[in-house]
């Protein structure tokens, strides 16, 4: 079964959707980002979705559903790159994405990502907790 690379970046985990997205590949990105989260202690995830035309209302849920799993991971997720079209289908579709930060590229994305994690460091004193 093929897999959705993910980078680490320092802190950041980096995921990259170069292919049309199918429900099982979701279910698998969903665990396998979980999993990395949690093993690398990741601050914050980026996922570019900027390759995709379409999102449904699966995968959407699938994309808020990582969000949720990365915060309660003690990690922030940006979703980037996200088509004019898409974010209409979203809206149409009535989804709400309440954990989800969006930008509008990579760049901008990985800005938001480090001051939350700037701003969360200092809100906790001396930073986050040893897992």
């Given at each position: 079964?093929?897999?959705?690379?993910?980078?680490?970046?320092?802190?950041?985990?980096l995921v990259t959707i170069q292919v049309?997205?199918h429900d099982r590949l979701a279910m698998?990105?969903?665990?396998?980002?979980?999993?990395?989260?949690?093993?690398?202690?990741?601050?914050?995830?980026?996922?570019?979705?900027?390759?995709?035309?379409?999102?449904?209302?699966?995968?959407?849920?699938?994309?808020?559903?990582?969000?949720?799993?990365?915060?309660?991971?003690?990690?922030?997720?940006?979703?980037?790159?996200?088509?004019?079209?898409?974010?209409?289908?979203?809206?149409?579709?009535?989804?709400?994405?309440?954990?989800?930060?969006?930008?509008?590229?990579?760049?901008?994305?990985?800005?938001?990502?480090?001051?939350?994690?700037?701003?969360?460091?200092?809100?906790?004193?001396?930073g986050r907790a040893k897992r």
């Amino acid at each position: 079964m093929e897999r959705i690379p993910i980078l680490q970046m320092g802190e950041f985990l980096l995921v990259t959707i170069q292919v049309d997205m199918h429900d099982r590949l979701a279910m698998a990105l969903q665990d396998d980002l979980t999993n990395r989260i949690s093993k690398t202690s990741a601050r914050g995830v980026l996922i570019d979705i900027s390759s995709l035309e379409i999102v449904d209302s699966f995968i959407g849920r699938i994309l808020g559903t990582i969000a949720t799993m990365s915060q309660i991971l003690d990690a922030q997720t940006v979703v980037v790159g996200m088509q004019p079209a898409v974010a209409i289908t979203l809206v149409e579709l009535g989804l709400s994405l309440p954990k989800i930060r969006t930008a509008l590229n990579v760049e901008k994305g990985m800005e938001l990502l480090r001051a939350s994690v700037g701003r969360r460091s200092k809100e906790s004193g001396n930073g986050r907790a040893k897992r």
